[in-house]
């Protein structure tokens, strides 16, 4: 709608006076001014649908006021384009779908001995500060969030989030450690996917998905994970005295909407927030604006990013391939994911000798002794005709007690595994009901992008999953049992014993890229064009992540029921930022989200735990899993380091009229469409700058012909003056120079280096390099810098 929303509206509409701040500044929601304005814009919206169409042909579902002046409303595509073309409307887009991007990481990150000692050891690690969870909710009950008899939680006053009762016990879901609990719903009812037999219409988490994220960034420290009796170490948030507030937007069975996002999202912000977390991203880019960074959903984030808080966003689990991102805009700061040192592994011991490698996490057979293996085929009861559905052992009535007692059950692998309809732990229950010794899961067929993740089970269990070493266990199980002249056999000769799998190798070759995290280039556009912007950001650890689980969960079969979960997804990396962003923002309340970025980009590591370059996982072209040396649009500028990012030396900030002017520097996007749906007009600064521009950390020119000059500005957030020197790395198809080659900046003071990309020679690829600066005490700012030379 025309007419500014509360964070930027500056006065001008009679009666109402002023309610937008400068940056330092806190919006006080509860003041008579934004209330006042508030239901102005409230009434406003209602008062149009009113003049326009007959009552009960539309439901209006929200009006957005805070941080977007629009609203939410179900109605028919002949409503929708009658709507577009009213007076006072600026812009119409019809609602989408998103999607969820689915612990041992804080030593790994060296946060218990780096960095939370300075913050007061973890007993304050993120004291006071607010992180929002835009999710599938919470399960409150768990230890991960209970709030400390010993050492209470204090109010805090910034924070003014409600907190929801639950229907059924009429308890408020909050606790001192969470302190806002609230669910959107509203366009997933009118779209009529929500099934109330199946979700909860509360911050109540059904998925097991928004417990496992708010545990990651802001859960309990030392809690310990325990499951089928073996206890598999501490859990603890990144932040581990931070407080959460739940925004309920994904459910069971559909994922959400935007405008149930976006109505969270302004709700958050509203309530004090300091640190936004959304491991949700669009299914695919959106397709109504011209432009990536002008969907609804970024839109209402930059507005956040001006309120003052920090967001961060999962890549998406599109990789390994290119521009598969779900997050685009240089607002957010976007995480891909990371395989850290931590890898669970075991072996198989055939009566042969041979020992097969497999996955499972899961004590060793009996004294770790070898017991006779059955196949399912060969303990089938009744017909042939069952056959196919009683192999891969997800039923134990098809199969004959008496013949699998004492014996390995040996199980096929089949597509039902992929589409989630059996599970390692139905198999397990399967095998522990008809009193085997243990299981083997074998993969007979190779299944192109599957990730086979290790789980733990309560009985001796592997999963096997090469191909050609399952053809190994299939020869020597063939040629040590005997069969009578049917084929049915009468003796079975094959052993094997299943090692210990309970405890993790750790491994110098970390982090690694994690194949299914999302590659950039980012696009600006649905055309998928390359944009000027580099994304992802930053690597955090997002592989079999241990952390709190909702035991009503149904996002992963293996976990249903349990207490904790170990799962992957960049939904995981993603709040391990949010927490360390919750480390910094307590060390440095004042400064911008920008600044936390920069902080947080710069500092980050380039080389491995054993002092190798970063790299990824990949496919190579017979769909085998490889490593490469990493990109940045693998990892954006490195491995996140904590401890660095609370000192970075210098930062590089940029302000909602840089990101402005960004916007109104794309080609090919026109300025009404940036003021229409920003709300900030383009101005006569933004003539004759480009995107790559924007003072960001990083520099990305996706088409550079001949020498072009960008500039950055550096701030110094140390104490004391220090004098860097300017080093650059880029291969021969670029020229890079930075001047000056080195300079003195004063605590506070800013400067300016200028930076020259020159194309030697057109190869139709990127060319990737970084300037490194290197201060005389001891900071280190580092740029990466991503060109591909055109005609």
């Known amino acids: 709608m025309e007419g500014d929303p509360v964070v930027s509206y500056r006065g001008g509409v009679e009666g109402f006076p ?118 599938s909710g919470i399960y409150p009950q768990h230890p991960s969030f209970a709030a400390h008899k010993s050492d209470p939680y204090g109010p805090v006053p910034h924070y003014k989030g409600k907190c929801e009762r639950d229907p059924m016990t009429h308890q408020s879901f909050c606790n001192g450690k969470i302190v806002g609990a609230q669910h959107f719903a509203k366009a997933a009812m009118a779209a009529g996917a929500f099934n109330p037999d199946i979700e909860f219409a509360s911050p109540l988490d059904g998925d097991g998905h928004g417990s496992h994220t708010a ?33 309920k937007v994904l459910y069971r069975l559909f994922g959400g909407y935007v405008a149930d996002v976006v109505a969270a999202i302004d709700q958050a912000v509203q309530d004090g927030v300091d640190i936004l977390n959304l491991s949700v991203g669009p299914n695919s880019p959106p397709t109504a ?189 063939n040629s040590s049992t005997i069969r009578d002249w049917a084929g049915r056999a009468s003796a079975f000769k094959a052993t094997a014993g299943i ?66 979960a170990m799962v992957s997804g960049t939904s995981m990396a993603a709040p391990h930022i949010a927490g360390i962003a919750a480390l910094i923002k307590q060390k440095n309340p004042r400064w911008s989200p920008s600044a936390i970025k920069s902080a947080l980009m710069t500092t980050a590591n380039t080389l491995d735990k054993g002092s190798h370059p970063l790299r990824a996982q990949q496919y190579s072209a017979s769909e085998m899993m490889t490593l490469s040396q990493a990109t940045p649009f693998d990892c954006g500028s490195g491995a996140v380091n904590p401890k660095a990012a609370l000192d970075p030396g210098l930062v590089l900030d940029a302000t909602h009229e840089d990101y402005i002017t960004f916007l109104c520097s794309i080609p090919d996007v026109s300025h009404s469409e940036v003021a229409n749906i920003v709300g900030s007009s383009c101005n006569s600064s933004s003539k004759g700058q480009r995107p790559y521009d924007l003072n960001i950390p990083s520099i990305t020119i996706s088409q550079l012909r001949g020498t072009q000059t960008v500039k950055r500005t550096v701030t110094s957030v140390s104490d004391e003056a220090e004098t860097y020197s300017i080093m650059t790395r880029m291969p021969h198809e670029v020229a890079l120079e930075v001047t000056p080659p080195a300079l003195t900046v004063l605590p506070g003071a800013s400067r300016v280096i200028t930076v020259t990309l020159t194309a030697r020679s057109i190869t139709g690829t990127y060319s990737f390099g970084e300037i490194t600066m290197k201060g005389d005490r001891g900071h280190l700012v580092r740029i990466p810098v991503v060109a591909m030379g055109f005609k």
Not at 53 to 58: C, N, Q, R
Not at 228 to 241: I, T
Not at 448 to 475: C, E, M
């Open 215 to 247: 545990a990651i960034a802001a859960g309990n420290n030392g809690i310990p994970v325990r499951m089928h009796g073996h206890e598999f170490g501490k859990a603890s948030g990144m932040a581990p005295r931070a407080r959460i507030a739940v925004y």
């Open 289 to 477: 604006t011209r432009t990536t960074f002008l969907n609804p959903f970024d839109a209402a984030l930059l507005s956040a990013v001006k309120a003052g808080v920090f967001v961060a966003q999962a890549a998406g689990n599109g990789g390994p391939f290119p521009k598969t991102l779900v997050s685009f805009s240089p607002w957010i700061t976007t995480v891909a994911a990371g395989v850290d040192d931590r890898r669970y592994k075991n072996h198989l011991i055939l009566g042969n000798g041979k020992l097969l490698p497999g996955l499972g996490v899961s004590p060793a057979t009996h004294g770790n002794k070898s017991f006779s293996l059955i196949s399912a085929a060969d303990a089938l009861l009744g017909s042939p005709a069952t056959k196919y559905s009683a192999l891969d052992c997800q039923r134990p009535e098809l199969l004959n007690k008496r013949k699998v007692q004492g014996k390995i059950l040996l199980c096929g692998y089949s597509f039902n595994y992929i589409s989630g309809t059996a599970s390692i732990k139905k198999v397990s229950q399967t095998a522990k009901s008809l009193g085997a010794a243990g299981f083997v899961v074998a993969v007979e067929n190779s299944y192109p992008g599957t990730k086979f993740d290790p789980v733990p089970v309560s009985i001796p269990g592997i999963l096997i999953t090469d191909v050609s070493t399952t053809q190994d266990l299939i020869d020597y199980y």
């Open 499 to 564: 090692a210990n799998g309970l405890a993790p190798t750790l491994y110098n070759s970390a982090p690694q890229v994690a194949i299914f995290s999302s590659r950039g280039p980012d696009v600006k556009d649905f055309s998928f064009q390359d944009a000027d912007i580099l994304k992802p950001d930053i690597l955090a650890p997002g592989n079999l992540i241990w952390a709190a689980w909702a035991p009503n969960g149904t996002d992963e079969a293996n976990y249903a029921g349990e207490g904790f």
């Open 18 to 135: 002023a309610t937008a701040m400068d940056l330092d500044d806190e919006i006080d929601v509860t003041s008579e001014a934004v209330t006042s304005y508030s239901l102005h814009l409230r009434r406003h919206h209602d008062k149009l649908l009113d003049s326009l169409f007959v009552e009960g042909s539309y439901e209006k579902l929200y009006s957005y006021h805070h941080l977007v002046n629009g609203f939410a409303v179900h109605m028919s595509s002949l409503q929708a384009e009658f709507l577009r073309k009213a007076q006072g409307v600026k812009h119409v887009e019809r609602d989408m779908k998103i999607q969820k991007l689915t612990t041992h990481t804080p030593q790994f990150l060296g946060l218990p001995t780096g960095v939370w000692p300075t913050g007061g050891g973890f007993d304050r690690a993120g004291e006071d500060v607010v992180i929002g969870f835009v999710d």
